[in-house]
């Protein structure tokens, strides 16, 4: 009765065939992302935040999903070892991810496939109790999405049921001339001294400290982050304190000429490319 309540979805035993799939990790990590992909257009509450979902999609940060995964002596998986997953699925075309500071949205690729039957295999007639519900499928932690509706959106929906049981249906967000209007969205404000403050205190004595965010580095910034795993300031402590971690000397002043790493130097595509990769480690970039 529980599993008839949370709905299924299919997977397919070629699957197992998958030399990735041998890894364990990615493994679980994919039956989760399938499993709580919406399964239809529905919009959640997350991190503060009102999400619209479209079917296939799911909205999460490394951070949550790492303690959704753990090993077999119930260690949960880290936020990096995550975003590696993750992005592993996307370069293999299996999803596709839009993110913000607040949640990373996952769309998964082809999602359709997982939630029909093909008409030539045998299999049990479903029956209406096998769609997923809003009762148990969608029980949740307060760091995980919910759906929108409550009690009181409830009543609203019941008393619009009985005024317009004899009206037309109106279009998506009430457009009576047929026109969907379109959404509002407000532009997210960066606060460019927060990633300068994170950068100083992750460097400590080891680096020059920046003092100041001119417009050349804002822009650095716009580009940067959304290409880091958390898009916030706290993604881009981790990637600062990642690059120190990792710099060999030759970063710190050790070598012929005394040159240094910098703030400007930490906001190039290709510095953030190199932690990822574990390329300071080994070899210069500069």
Not at 177 to 203: H, M, W
Not at 218 to 240: C, E, H, M, S, W
Not at 251 to 279: H, I, P
């Amino acid at each position: 009765m529980e599993n008839q309540k949370q709905g299924h979805f299919s997977l397919f035993r070629s699957l197992l065939s998958k030399e990735w799939a041998k890894d364990t990790a990615k493994l679980a990590m994919w039956i989760r992302l399938i499993g709580e992909a919406s399964y239809k257009h529905r919009t959640v509450e997350f991190s503060g935040r009102e999400w619209d979902l479209m079917p296939g999609e799911l909205v999460t940060t490394a951070a949550i999903m790492g303690r959704k995964l753990r090993d077999q002596d119930g260690h949960e998986k880290s936020p990096q070892a995550v975003t590696r997953m993750i992005n592993f699925f996307v370069k293999e075309g299996m999803i596709t991810t839009k993110g913000t500071r607040f949640g990373t949205v996952i769309s998964i690729t082809n999602y359709g496939q997982y939630q029909e039957i093909s008409p030539d295999e045998p299999c049990d007639k479903p029956s209406d109790n096998n769609k997923p519900s809003n009762g148990a499928a969608l029980k949740h932690s307060p760091d995980e999405p919910c759906d929108k509706p409550s009690d009181e959106q409830n009543k609203k929906v019941v008393n619009k049921k009985v005024v317009n049981n004899n009206k037309t249906p109106l279009p998506p967000n009430g457009g009576g001339n047929g026109q969907v209007k379109p959404e509002r969205r407000k532009a997210e404000r960066i606060d460019y001294e927060s990633f300068l403050n994170a950068y100083n205190t992750e460097v400590g004595d080891r680096l020059p400290h920046a003092v100041s965010v001119n417009e050349k580095r804002k822009r650095r910034l716009k580009k940067i982050i959304p290409q880091l795993k958390t898009p916030n300031v706290d993604g881009f402590r981790a990637y600062v304190r990642a690059f120190v971690h990792q710099a060999k000397p030759f970063y710190f002043g050790d070598n012929d000429t005394g040159w240094t790493a910098d703030f400007d130097y930490l906001l190039r595509e290709d510095s953030l490319t190199g932690v990822r990769e574990g390329k300071f480690a080994d070899r210069g970039i500069a």
